[in-house]
Every structure is written in structure tokens, then in C-alpha cells.
């Protein structure tokens, strides 16, 4: 039967994108440079992109008729830095007036500073492995918050270090592409965490000095996602955990409390404290834990629930888990009751059928957290547009909107209208 579901008129809708998945044009960035490689999925490129930098004005009009209330956006650091040293005063004004088209139309900037991509500048002097690479990402910080500070109020500062780290020195699917290399992957975590510990300070530090209007938020977003044990043999059981503490716990300690766990390190670099105004989760799946002998694995193997039927998996086999999405924000709730974004949730359903009742069961998760005491305060769908789906282009249809490759014309989706009419009135009927 179904149930008649008020969402608070405090939570903010709206939908998220990255500017390497959707701008095109850019060729300074890495993910242009690994396209070039033949690295991504069809040997696709980032130079398509959904041609968003050059309609931009077109999609604010398009957020606006879906009734977002706020956006997530990355600013593209390879377009405001091409170079070292060299800053670029028509990407300024490019982004300046994208922002304030969106404070125009009512609609509220989150803009997260590194989502994946990088200069390529940057990749050929090591990446986040190069000696000065968390004083080069602070300069870009303070240059970008200095330029967009009167204008958002609200910033992300990393997305996602645990998908980048292992995907770019673990799993080899992002650049540079190294396999197994996990002293890389400890290393570069650590180093996301004290770029997000000073850029937290340093963001609220350039926001206070210049008097900026409206209260400075600043937080990061984590990809939590529900891991479980297969069985209950041993080496299951320990290969979940050691995932978990390594995935998500010592991201979460790091970047919430500035402590720096073992094995990337002991103590607080930058004192005890909470450093997040917010955190972002970034909520899609679960995945179970098969026992393994090779402690490559760490002893145990993700999978996908065998018993889970095809109607509830999404086109790139995920299983659809909306109570996981609960359980994540009370494992960050119960911990530190600090308030919740929800910067990602999204499925990738090329025929629609699925999306409807995926935003509304997720919808329903966040209506029952709000009731039990949980301060969650945004969701974020994932994507507002079709995108590059990083290394596998473009097949996943992650969209609300359609974007037609061909000619890149825009058409929203069946449930791209079902979600707007949920935002203006903060309502939907909910069949469990």
C-alpha cells in the first residue's frame, strides 16, 4: 500500500555534477591526456563532455525548471591553472557568472575544488605523490576562494580520497594507472587529508578576512558504502574489516578529526579538532565479502549479493540497497552529529524504468533518518546530466537529463519531471 510521505521544508533538493564529466573542451586536465591513451571505456574523451561549459546558461535554465533548490559543481583546476604559475582571468569570469546565474534563479552553489581530475602540469610532477603537491593544491585553493568568495559560501573540498586513491594506485583505472601499489595509496591518502585539514582552515581564514557575506560551510565528500561479510568464515569476516578500516575508516578520522591513523601516520598534524562544517556522503551500493587466501585481497573479494535479482541492480550490476543508505549516515551521525549532506546518490538506468523509485525509496531513508534525530540537511541526486562516467565513458545514463551526444541537445527525463515536481512540494507517494 502506498504511503504519503512530507519531506521537512528545510531539506534542500538538488542534483550534482563534476566538471571533468560534463564541461568538455579542456585539454589541460589529465583525464583529457589519459582519453588520449585510450584509457577510458569505447576510447572515449573528456574533451566531449556534455558540452556544458559552452551551455552552461542553457543548464541553469534547465536546474531551474527541475526546481533545484542547490547544485554541487567542481570548478575545473586545469581551466583556472593551464599552467604552473599561470592563472586564467576568462575562466574567472566564466565560473563568476555561472555562479551568479545560480544565485539568480534561487538556486544554491556547493563547489567542490578537486573531483577527481588535475592539471596535467601537475600529473607530469607526480600528482598528489609529488613533494610539493599539497602547497600547490592550497595555492589553487586560495586563489579560487579569493576569486569565488562573495559568491559561494559553501565548499567541498575533496571528493571522494578513498575511490581516488585506490582507483589511481590500486585498481590502475584512473591516471597514472599503477596496479597494486599500495604504499602509493596510503601516501596519497595521507596527503589528501592535510590538504583538506589546512584548506579547511585556510577557506575559513580568507572568508573572515575579506567579510564575506553568509555563514563559510566547508567539508569533503566520502564515498560510504555498506560492506559486509558473505559468510561467516574468518578470513570473510577479517577482509571486511580490513577493506572498511582502510576504504572508509581512516579517511573518516582523518578528515573529520585530523588524526592520522596507522599505517599513514599517527597523531594530529594541524591540532585536535573537527574539521567539517558538514559531511558529504556519497551513497550508491553495497558490496559483500567473499573469503580469499590472497592476502592481495586482504583475504577477501567484493561482491554483489548472489541472491540479489536483476530488477534490483542498476546497468552496471550494483545492487540497489536503499537501507544502506541509512545505516552510513548513522555510522557518521552516531560518531560526531555533525550535519549531513548527501552529495551523491544516483543510479545509472538508460531506460528509466528505475529511477523513480530508486530517488523516492532513498527519499523515504532520509524522511526516517530526519525522524529518528539524524541531521541530515541536502541530497544531492546524482547527475543532474548525462556525463562521462570516468573510465567508463559515457554508457552509464546517470541523468535526470538526457543529453543527446550527436548534437548535444538536452531532454529531461520522465523521472528528471518526477523529481522536480518532488522538490517544489517536498512530497511523493512511497510504495516500499
Known sequence: MAKHIELPKDLLLGSATAATQIEGGDTNNNWYHWSLAGKVGNEESSITGADHYARYVEDVKLLSKLNQECYRMSIEWSRIQPSEGEWSADTVEHYRDEFRLLLEAGIKPLVTLHHFSCPEWFQKKGGWLGKDAVKEFLNFVEFSV???????????????????????????????????????????????????????????????????????????????????????????????????????EIQIKGFVEGKLSFPIGFGHPEGKGIFCDFIGINYYSRHLFKASYNPGNLFATP???????????????????????????????????????????????????????????????????IEEGVSVERYYYWSFLDNLEWNDGYGPKFGLVEVDYSNMDRKIRKSGFHYAEICKTKKFEFNP
Not at 583505472?173 to 601516501?187: E, T
Not at 560526531?336 to 545509472?348: D, F, S, V
Request: glycine letters at 6%; aromatic letters at 12%.
Open 146 to 248: 579569493k576569486q569565488f568568495g562573495d559568491l559561494v559560501s559553501e565548499w567541498c573540498t575533496i571528493n571522494e580520497p578513498n575511490v581516488f586513491a585506490n582507483d589511481s594506485y590500486v585498481d590502475g583505472k584512473y591516471p597514472p594507472g599503477s596496479h597494486g601499489d599500495i604504499p602509493a595509496y596510503l601516501k596519497v591518502t595521507r596527503r589528501l587529508i592535510l590538504a583538506h585539514l589546512k584548506s579547511y582552515q585556510l577557506i575559513h581564514k580568507i572568508r573572515k578576512e575579506s567579510g564575506f557575506a553568509n555563514p563559510t560551510k566547508v567539508g569533503f565528500a566520502h564515498h560510504l558504502a555498506i560492506f559486509s561479510p558473505l559468510t561467516s568464515h574468518p578470513l570473510a569476516r577479517l577482509g571486511c574489516f580490513l577493506s572498511d578500516f582502510l576504504f572508509h
Open 303 to 369: 561482491m554483489v549479493d548472489p541472491n540479489c535479482p536483476e530488477s534490483q541492480k542498476n546497468d552496471l550490476g550494483w545492487e540497489i540497497y536503499p537501507k544502506g543508505l541509512s545505516k552510513v549516515c548513522h555510522r557518521i551521525w552516531d560518531e560526531y552529529k555533525l550535519p549531513i549532506y548527501i552529495t551523491e546518490n544516483g543510479i545509472p538506468d538508460e531506460s528509466d524504468n528505475k529511477r523513480e523509485k530508486f530517488i523516492n525509496d532513498h527519499l523515504a531513508e532520509i524522511c526516517r533518518l
